[in-house]
Each structure stands twice: as structure tokens, then as C-alpha cells.
């Protein structure tokens, strides 16, 4: 009778306490509180002075005085992340232009992605592209026609050219993953390496753009003396993709250092600095090191270009300056599942010098086509250069060969 008492009085406290909860629950808060409260701790610069005016998160964001910080719909939100993650690519059959001037059909495949339609195909490098859905590709320098043919279907009926046969294939458009690492090899002794961007899942799913690199580095030829990694048109990425990837060249000390705004537990932020050390050296200063940059060279390509050009006494750079995007932004995603892009950080070589807006500025200075740039670089170095493949970077039998992302609202960039 008196545990039954007790078992009775347990019960009546445990629900009464559960139905008659004297503390109110905080409210959850909106879409625009929560942006607005991100944004107030974490934007490393001022916020806009009537900020609190602003009734949706998109006119918040847009009141913001910077490009990169920025609000995503939630509809839009699932793309956005992983277009920024990833090097997934939708409606693609897989083949890089490159175009030959000075051709009947001047359209090529200059590279052909792994694991594609095009791969699947057995369409070769170099192949000449002469019909696309019915649609003559003769004379279309740019390339507008093929994208704009592509674009319009679900599958492509495409006719190329090789030395020895004229094909006729069709391919179905799909979401493919793109490397974001190329090889190509001048001579024996110099490697060109181009990245694309740095992403944390591409090719390489689990260690992305790094992974990729790291194999490519893996299979160099043993005589291998100098590396020129191509930036130009590189948007960035992830910061610990290129560090990273610095990590690699760089034998001791600091990359890079970061000072941003890092929020607590206690939904307060507070600026800090970070620093950016490299590990015992893989590479390191073993190899002669170029760096290509021009204007498109941005964001996370610069850090790495930065980091070597500081870091690595063996490294160069030449091209033009590059775009000058010397901060960062880290990913929120809001309660109604939107996303905010928010810079919190700016990036300071080993020096504590900034480039933002300023971009870095190259070593060698050309403007010329890319054979008469490497060859002033490396004759200014004392490198030899004899015998080198010229055909896979910009000359095929005299004629001026344009690749790579070349090709950007029909105008062809060199």
C-alpha cells in the first residue's frame, strides 16, 4: 500500500511538471531574425545602418556592400551547395572545347572527361567535331553553335573526325563529375599541370582536388625537373583544398594566416587569427615551380599561388595580375533551409601582407600567347627547354590553338 502511494505521488509530479511547465520556450526565430543575427556577428565589416529595416533575407543580403556575402533561397539551396562542394557538372557529354585557327572545321575535343558520354564513347583527344545534331560546326570558331545546339537537347547525334575515319555517335546528356586536376607533359623534364579549381569531391570522391593532384603527382616521370601549374581562370574553392595543396611544395613555415570572425557557443563572435603552417615537406624545393596567373585567377587559386610565391624559393610566377579576392566566406544554412554566404575572414600571406584588391602580381609579366611566355620564363631561368611537346598547349602544325575553358559567351580568351 505505501509503495503503491509512492509510485502514485511519483507520477502525479513527473506529469504535472510536464503539463504545467512554468518556463516559456524561446520562440524560434524567423528567417530574417536569424540572417540578420548571423550577419551582425559574423560579416568582418560594417553592416549596413538601416539593416534592421529589412523585412526578407534577400534584401538584407543585398544591402550588404559585398558581392560574396550572399542569401540563397531554400528552393535553390541543395544546387547552390553543391555546385560549391563539388565538381559535379549537369547536361554535360563530357568533351572540352578547343578550337584550331585557321581550319574548315575548327571545333576539337581537347580533352575528354573520365567516365562521361564522351569517355564511354571512345571519342579520342583531338578529335575534329564537324556535326552536332544535324548542325554543321564548319567555320564556328567560338563555339557558340556547339553550346548553343547542346544546350537546346536531351542527347547529342555528334559526327568527329580522326586521322584515319569519319564517326558518327550518339550521347546522352548527363550530371557527370569533372576532374579538376589535367597533365600534360612538354619533355621528360617539364610537366604542365592545370587546375581548374579546388573542390572537396571531384574525380578524387573522397579527397577531391588535392587527391586528384597527389595522383598525378604520384606518376611524374622520375626525371621530371619543373612544373608549371596553370591557374588562369581558376575561381578557387576550398581554403583547406589549396592549402593543402601548398602544403605540398612548401617545406617549412607559414602558408598563409587568416583573421576571422568565429562564433561561440554562447551566440557571441569574436575575431581571431589563424595560421596556416605547412607539414614536413613532400615536394618542397625540389622542383623548379611556375605559376601561370591572369585576371580569372581568384579566391583559393590565389592563396596557393600566394602561398608558393612566398613559401618556395624555386617558385615563379608569370602571366598577369591576378583578381585580387583576398577573403572568404563560410556556409550557413538557415532555418527554413536557406543558405548564407557570409565573409568572415581575410587572407594574409606569410608576411601578413594582404592582396585583396590588389591581386598578386607575377614575376614575369606577358601578355604574349602561351609558347612565347613559357619559353621567356624558362630561358630567363636557365631552364632547358629543348624538345618540348608544343602541340598539347598552344601550337598544332603552325596554327594557333585555343582550350581549356576557352570558351566563355562565344569569345575565345588565349
Not at 131 to 149: A, F, I, P
Not at 177 to 188: A, C, H, R, S, W
Not at 348 to 360: A, L, T
Request: aromatic content about 12%.
Amino acid at each position: 500500500m505505501q509503495l503503491l502511494a509512492i509510485c502514485a505521488f511519483i507520477a502525479f509530479c513527473f506529469f504535472g511538471c510536464f503539463l504545467d511547465n512554468p518556463v516559456e520556450e524561446t520562440p524560434e526565430p524567423t528567417e530574417i531574425e536569424y540572417c540578420h543575427w548571423l550577419l551582425k556577428e559574423l560579416y568582418f565589416w560594417d553592416m549596413p545602418k538601416n539593416s534592421k529595416s529589412f523585412t526578407d533575407p534577400e534584401s538584407l543580403f543585398n544591402a550588404v556592400d559585398d558581392p560574396y556575402t550572399r542569401y540563397v533561397v531554400p528552393v535553390k539551396a541543395p544546387e547552390s551547395e553543391e555546385s560549391t562542394n563539388t565538381s559535379f557538372s549537369p547536361g554535360e557529354i563530357g568533351i572540352e572545347l578547343g578550337a584550331i585557327m585557321g581550319q574548315d572545321y575548327p571545333l576539337i575535343a581537347y580533352r575528354i572527361y573520365p567516365e562521361s558520354p564522351a569517355a564511354k564513347a571512345n571519342i579520342p583527344r583531338y578529335a575534329v567535331l564537324m556535326e552536332l545534331n544535324g548542325v554543321s560546326l564548319k567555320g564556328d570558331l567560338n563555339g557558340s553553335t556547339y553550346q548553343q545546339t547542346l544546350a537546346e537537347c536531351d542527347s547529342a547525334i555528334l559526327t568527329y573526325a580522326t586521322a584515319q575515319d569519319t564517326i558518327t555517335v550518339k550521347l546522352s546528356k548527363e550530371k557527370i563529375i569533372l576532374p579538376t586536376v589535367f597533365l600534360d607533359t612538354l619533355n621528360e623534364k617539364i610537366s604542365w599541370i592545370t587546375l581548374k579549381e579546388f573542390r572537396t569531391e571531384t574525380l578524387d570522391r573522397t579527397f577531391g582536388t588535392v587527391g586528384e593532384l597527389k595522383t598525378i603527382l604520384k606518376n611524374l616521370s622520375p626525371k621530371t625537373e619543373t612544373l608549371v601549374f596553370d591557374l588562369r581562370n581558376n575561381p578557387g574553392g576550398s581554403l583547406k583544398q589549396c592549402s593543402d595543396a601548398a602544403d605540398l611544395f612548401v617545406k617549412e613555415g607559414v602558408l598563409f594566416s587568416v583573421q576571422e570572425n568565429v562564433l561561440f557557443s554562447t551566440g557571441i563572435a569574436k575575431k581571431k587569427e589563424r595560421i596556416y603552417k605547412s607539414n614536413p615537406d613532400i615536394f618542397g624545393e625540389k622542383l623548379n615551380l611556375f605559376l601561370y596567373t591572369n585576371a580569372r585567377t581568384a579566391s583559393c587559386a590565389e592563396v596557393f599561388a600566394m602561398a608558393l610565391k612566398t613559401g618556395n624559393s624555386k617558385a615563379k610566377s608569370f602571366g598577369t595580375k591576378s583578381f585580387g579576392k583576398g577573403i572568404a566566406q563560410t556556409i550557413w544554412k538557415t532555418p527554413k533551409g536557406g543558405i548564407a554566404y557570409i565573409t568572415n575572414m581575410q587572407i594574409f600571406d606569410r608576411f601578413g601582407k594582404s592582396y585583396h584588391k590588389e591581386g598578386i602580381l607575377p614575376d614575369f609579366s606577358c601578355d604574349e600567347n602561351v609558347l612565347d611566355c613559357i619559353d621567356k620564363v624558362l630561358k630567363a631561368e636557365s631552364i632547358q627547354a629543348n624538345k618540348i611537346n608544343l602541340s598539347t598547349i598552344k601550337l598544332k602544325e603552325s596554327k594557333q590553338l585555343f582550350y581549356g575553358e576557352a570558351f566563355e559567351e562565344g569569345v575565345i580568351f588565349p
